[in-house]
């Protein structure tokens, strides 16, 4: 059984860094492609980044581009998100998500394995 298991949340003034982990159990990690998503409080969760299998391909939303700097360490089977220079808007459950597959997809339909989220809280 596939285990996503997320750390590194945590409350951080505006213009501070975190980085959030994401280990993977249970599963052939390097078959898997895997992303980022987070959700704020009455908003819909939204993707934030991903990664291939390789970890030679990487996209991002407009929002966090510059900022945030997705990484796997295939040896570890752990993926990780730095996130730098952050806003009171970047204030969301931030969720790990991986499927078997070699693209790199924004939809989270395409995703069949879920963490259980971290909070991440960014003060003004």
């Known amino acids: 059984q596939v285990q996503l298991v997320e750390s590194g949340g945590g409350y951080v003034q505006a213009g501070g860094s975190l980085r959030l982990s994401c280990e993977v159990t249970?599963?052939?990690?390097?078959?898997?492609?895997m992303a980022w998503f987070r959700q704020a409080p009455g908003k819909e969760r939204e993707f934030v980044s991903t990664?291939?299998?390789?970890?030679?391909?990487?996209v991002y939303t407009n929002s966090v581009k510059g900022r945030f700097t997705i990484s796997r360490d295939n040896a570890k089977n752990t993926v990780y998100l730095q996130m730098n220079s952050l806003k009171p808007e970047d204030t969301a459950v931030y969720y790990c998500?991986?499927?078997?597959?070699?693209?790199?997809?924004?939809?989270?339909?395409?995703?069949?394995?879920w963490g259980q989220g971290t909070q991440v809280t960014v003060s003004s």
């Open positions: 998500a991986a499927y078997n597959g070699t693209n790199v997809y924004q939809l989270r339909q395409t995703y069949n394995h």
């Open positions: 990664i291939n299998r390789g970890g030679g391909r990487t």
């Open positions: 249970g599963g052939a990690f390097r078959s898997y492609a």
